[in-house]
């Protein structure tokens, strides 16, 4: 048995058009308000209008936020999540929703999730994913967990290689330009990675991390014949991540299919991570769905 949390932010359930937001790999539900991870796209007069929708957003169960873990991830898929997620919008008595829109990993379950039932939603907003993992995830995942079993800080070392995924090395010269911490006596670049393998280490537990990372890998929705939603798909010129190549075969292939989808490009020398950064190009980007 799994435990399935969730918060709504907006308007009261059915007094309104349902937008599901699903979470990246350190993501949780609190998607906006005070700590949300996405409040400048969701909230009061933002992007997502919580004046007019719903917002409602599930914990991937085990990744701790809850308070719910599970030790055998290995035996936990993106569709077993998808599933869940679907079963919980039964249990609300929610048939079908506006939207559902997610980040990366969150992208990666909107996608099974409107494979799945193929009714579920309206619009599909898939931000930074592909609809499968490539091998270039399923590598880097690999080195992830490899980390998370044998090093002797495991959350704080997977961290900092996963910030490597997540950027680019314009960015880091952008921000960093080889300039040095003086009273730590290294580069700046080195102080900013050990800062957020710190920060991580502090807020994560490592059977959470373990099954996030595992489910990255597992993404694979290969029946797109089966999508019935109106796709908006975003990606990031430089993400070395889930690729921008990647993401606009999921557009050709749609657009064979006969499917109503549209593709658009975040323009950013952040990489993956841009989809949290590039608040003022995404909101552009779905505003008008949401209008």
């Given amino acids: ?153 495991p959350i704080h070392d997977a961290r900092l290689h996963a910030m490597l995924c997540y950027r680019t090395p314009s960015s880091f010269k952008a921000r960093f330009n080889r300039t040095k911490n003086e009273e730590l006596k290294v580069f700046n670049v080195e102080s900013w990675l050990f800062h957020h393998g710190n920060k991580l280490q502090k807020r994560f537990q490592l059977s959470a991390y373990k099954l996030m990372n595992h489910l990255l890998r597992t993404i694979n929705v290969e029946n797109l014949q089966n999508i019935q939603a109106k796709v908006t798909l975003v990606s990031i010129n430089t993400d070395q991540f889930f690729t921008d190549e990647d993401i606009k075969e999921s557009y050709n292939r749609l657009k064979e299919l006969k499917k109503e989808v549209s593709y658009h490009v975040i323009d950013s020398i952040h990489g993956h991570d841009a989809f949290l950064i590039e608040y003022e190009q995404l909101k552009k980007i779905i505003k008008p769905i949401f209008n």
């Fill in 1 to 153: 048995m799994f435990q399935l949390s969730y918060e709504t932010f907006g308007k009261p359930l059915y007094d309104a058009p349902i937008v599901l937001v699903n979470h990246a790999l350190t993501g949780n539900s609190t998607v906006c308000g005070e700590n949300g991870w996405w409040k400048d796209l969701i909230g009061n007069d933002k992007a997502i209008d919580t004046n007019k929708y719903t917002v409602l957003a599930f914990n991937i169960p085990g990744n701790g936020y809850d308070g719910f873990l599970i030790e055998d991830y290995k035996s936990i898929s993106v569709k077993d999540i998808a599933e869940l997620f679907i079963s919980g919008l039964k249990v609300l008595k929610i048939n079908q929703v506006y939207a559902i829109i997610g980040g990366s990993l969150g992208g990666g379950i909107s996608w099974q999730m409107a494979e799945l039932k193929p009714d579920v939603t309206k619009h599909l907003i898939p931000v930074a994913t592909h609809n499968v993992s490539s091998d270039w995830i399923i590598a880097n995942c690999l080195i992830q967990e490899q980390m998370l079993l044998n090093s002797s800080q």
